[in-house]
């Protein structure tokens, strides 16, 4: 049993493999938040709640002025009744009051993780789950927060659902997990960027007040991650306390920490509140996404251990999860709009000789579309860049030996389309305004089934062939404009969860259907990386930014959160075409070797030297793909504070390992560096596969690597080391 009730004490007890929650049931209707943190066994209330008289503080109680929902640490705070703090949610009732009073009225420890229809959701056998009901009865308004426990994972999902049972009520705010912490020893870590910068890493101290981290672009994008991590002030890679929050969701989204008069910390993830509500009419009930929650008390490496074993095991579909990522040649900074399947052929030609398995068709291949101004939405093929249809090119490409792959971006509309010329009512729009630009496109209305409907008929037409093997899925502009014509007045501010809704339900329908096809999302890169896709789509493409240096750090964030298994990393050509960087070759690869290998360049062009470094390469790949993709991940060096990075990936068995080292610019009077491994078996023997010098774990790990001090920009290495026997 992974939760326990203990009646005397009214705790219950949320256990996994290394960590411990415990809730507390107080004057026997408020859920107070006690613990949570490294493993307890037995847990007597060291760290009981003291209650005090604080000034400005409410109290529900006439007769206990010690007693404010202010100042108690909660599981699922509420507006109105005392708690001055950022409430879990908020509702307006039908006499346009806030006020809502939930108190505690029952549990149910399920031996299951109940369903979460039409959303993504973790997934794993026997999960327990804790079901814990609120009721406020003068509103009519059930709350019912679920825990479910991912004992291997050491990870806690939560999520909330709201059922009004007298009257309509608006949710105004409906987070899905909030946790109150008794101390504010902590910085704040958080991913950030932009396009063709994603994902760089933001810590800072906590001072009072709330640092909201969020986007309200109607995707989870790449300027705030939906991540957000607590780590002890002292912590570090490798210590201390951290705790993280993740949303499986990939839509706007909020995540808040407060620092609070009293310096406690209240930390919450959820739906964007700004500029999106939900009617929930009488008997209707509405559930929130889940939110991962995850403690380690070694560092960030932990941490990410952790994510990693989740992401893994419990988000990507059971199909994907032990499946070797095929290496792609991709077609598009090879030759962007302007290609004929002549030229297609010859660059997949050139890709077999030099062992790569699949050949991925980018934007381009459908009807006028020759650049980003035109033809969204018509998804069908172009006869005059491919006079034998996807099917011939495909047949050509699969007859090479080659896997075949396609790109979308289904949920997009140009002006200039049959579709918008005969359905210009399917865009998200709001009546007599003017619609607003981004690269050129409008997005489609998937908070209306019928263009949901229609997408999957268009993208399905393709795929029907039974030619393609992969489906890169592209959406590369923002929601504006939020409205839709098919949705009532009143419904209007649901229009961004329902595209999220509709959204999911169209990629559950196609990659249902076709079960096969390799699903890799995208979102100019990495616009979308987050654990809804990945429930839907085992691959993300982790930026439209190319370059090495670049890479190493887009990379190095990314590995917080999501293992190499999941994340698309290509070799590009020079100067690199997002920052005109000039790097070697070599360097290129061994930071694309960090994740899921692809190249996409022009490969008729390079020189035989080139071609031959590069089949090289694959060789490589091929031979340690499996420790990349299903080893385990460390980072060494960190690029964000460094002119270095490094990281070190081990099998299973702990009996291979890759290195990859990379030194920024090169330094004058530079010091000679040692570099230490991590999750070795410090017993055993390994030796470097390419000089056969023999070295102990415990030396890998302990004295290190000692590395060379080369006079080169740009500067890599990798190392093989493999068990000696
Ligand atoms: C953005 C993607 O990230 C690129 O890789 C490419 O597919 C383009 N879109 C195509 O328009």
Aim: hydrophobic letters at 35%.
């Amino acid at each position: 049993m992974n939760i326990v009730f203990e009646k005397e004490s009214q705790r219950f007890f949320i256990n996994t493999k290394n960590t411990t929650y415990i809730i507390e049931i107080v004057k026997n209707e408020f859920l107070a938040h006690l613990y949570w943190g490294k493993k307890i066994e037995n847990y007597f209330g060291s760290n009981k709640i003291m209650f005090r008289d604080r000034g400005f503080s409410p109290n529900i109680f006439k007769e206990d002025r010690t007693f404010s929902l202010d100042t108690l640490p909660q599981e699922y705070p509420q507006y109105g009744n005392g708690d001055f703090r950022p409430c879990a949610y908020h509702i307006i009732d039908k006499d346009n009051n806030t006020f809502s009073d939930l108190r505690y009225i029952s549990f149910e420890i399920l031996k299951e993780k109940p369903k979460l229809n039409g959303l993504p959701s973790s997934h794993g056998e026997k999960i327990e789950t804790l079901v814990l009901t609120l009721l406020d009865e003068i509103l009519g308004l059930e709350v019912k927060l679920y825990y479910s426990v991912f004992y291997d994972s050491d990870v806690i999902v939560r999520r909330t659902s709201f059922k009004a049972l007298k009257d309509e009520i608006i949710l105004d705010r409906m987070l899905s997990a909030n946790v109150d912490f008794r101390t504010d020893n902590f910085d704040l870590l958080s991913l950030y960027g932009a396009h063709n910068n994603d994902r760089n890493i933001d810590r800072r101290p906590l001072t009072s007040g709330t640092y909201v981290l969020e986007s309200t672009r109607g995707a989870s994008s790449m300027h705030q991650s939906p991540f957000i991590v607590l780590i002890d002030k002292e912590g570090t890679e490798n210590y201390g306390d951290v705790y993280a929050m993740q949303f499986i969701y990939s839509g706007s989204f909020y995540s808040a920490v407060h620092v609070d008069q009293y310096r406690n910390v209240r930390m919450q993830m959820g739906l964007q509140p700004f500029d999106n509500n939900w009617i929930l009419a009488k008997g209707e009930t509405f559930d929130t996404p889940e939110v991962v929650l995850a403690y380690s008390n070694s560092g960030l490496t932990g941490l990410s251990n952790q994510l990693h074993h989740f992401v893994r095991n419990h988000i990507i579909k059971e199909k994907w999860k032990n499946k070797a990522r095929p290496i792609l040649i991709n077609n598009w900074e090879a030759t962007y709009f302007n290609f004929t399947e002549e030229k297609l052929l010859a660059l997949a030609k050139e890709a077999k000789e030099i062992g790569i398995e699949l050949f991925v068709l980018d934007d381009g291949w459908f009807k006028n579309r020759n650049s980003d101004t035109s033809s969204l939405g018509d998804w069908e093929v172009d006869r005059n860049k491919l006079p034998n249809g996807i099917d011939g090119l495909a047949d050509k490409i699969h007859s090479m030996g080659l896997k075949f792959g396609i790109w979308f971006e289904p949920e997009m509309i140009n002006e200039d389309s049959e579709l918008y010329r005969s359905h210009p009512e399917y865009t998200i729009q709001i009546k007599n305004r003017n619609l607003i630009y981004g690269r050129g496109q409008f997005v489609l209305d998937l908070s209306n089934k019928e263009v949901c409907n229609f997408i999957i008929e268009s993208i399905s037409k393709i795929l029907d062939s039974q030619k393609i093997d992969y489906v890169k899925w592209d959406m590369n502009r923002h929601i504006t404009n939020a409205g839709s014509l098919f949705l009532n007045s009143k419904n209007q501010r649901e229009c961004t969860h329902r595209y999220m809704l509709g959204l999911y339900y169209i990629v559950e329908t196609l990659v249902e259907k076709y079960p096969d096809i390799l699903f890799e999302s995208c979102s100019s890169g990495g616009g979308r990386f987050d654990l809804g896709l990945l429930c839907y789509m085992p691959q993300t493409w982790a930026s439209d930014n190319t370059d090495a240096i670049c890479r190493s750090k887009i990379q190095y964030a990314t590995s917080l959160m999501y293992p190499s298994l999941v994340v698309g990393s290509h070799v590009s050509v020079c100067p690199n075409h997002q920052v005109g960087r000039i790097t070697p070759l070599e360097t290129r690869f061994n930071i694309a070797l960090c994740g899921n290998l692809g190249y996409e360049l022009d490969l008729t062009l390079l020189s035989n030297e080139e071609k031959s470094e590069i089949k090289n390469q694959i060789k490589f790949y091929k031979k340690v793909r499996d420790i990349v993709q299903f080893g385990d991940y460390y980072r060494l060096l960190n690029p964000f504070t460094t002119n270095e990075y490094a990281v070190n990936f081990v099998s299973k068995n702990k009996e291979e390992i890759i290195v990859v080292y990379l030194k920024v610019l090169s330094e004058p009077a530079a010091p000679f560096h040692i570099l230490k491994l991590k999750g070795l078996d410090e017993n055993s023997l390994y030796v470097d596969t390419v000089t056969n010098n023999v070295y102990s774990g415990a030396e890998l790990m302990y004295a290190g690597l000692s590395l060379e001090n080369v006079k080169q920009d740009f500067y890599s290495k990798k190392w093989y080391f493999k068990k000696f026997n």
